[in-house]
């Protein structure tokens, strides 16, 4: 027999909060492949790269972040 989600769902808020995130983590594991993160990044670095050539983003020298990163440093 299978379960609906509707119940799945109302059992798993039963379960202790230790075991919702470890349940919740396998879950986004069951989805999130290495395959799906690969072609995420790859439209994330595309959306990028187009901000980047419609000068729609800001750049700041690395040079410059280094010396600020430095400097907040104790």
Not at 2 to 5: G, P, V
Not at 14 to 26: G, Y
């Given at each position: 027999m299978?379960?609906?989600?509707q119940q799945v769902a109302?059992?798993?808020m039963?379960?202790?909060?230790?075991?919702?995130?470890?349940?919740?983590?396998?879950l986004w594991v069951s989805v999130d492949t290495?395959?799906?993160i690969a072609a995420a990044w790859?439209?994330?670095i595309a959306r990028r790269v187009a901000q980047l050539d419609a000068g729609e983003?800001?750049?700041?020298?690395?040079e410059q972040v280094i010396a600020e990163l430095r400097a907040r440093l104790p």
């Open positions: 299978l379960l609906t989600y109302q059992a798993a039963q379960l202790s909060p230790d075991e919702r995130v470890d349940l919740a983590e396998k290495p395959e799906a790859d439209e994330e983003a800001e750049t700041v020298p690395a």
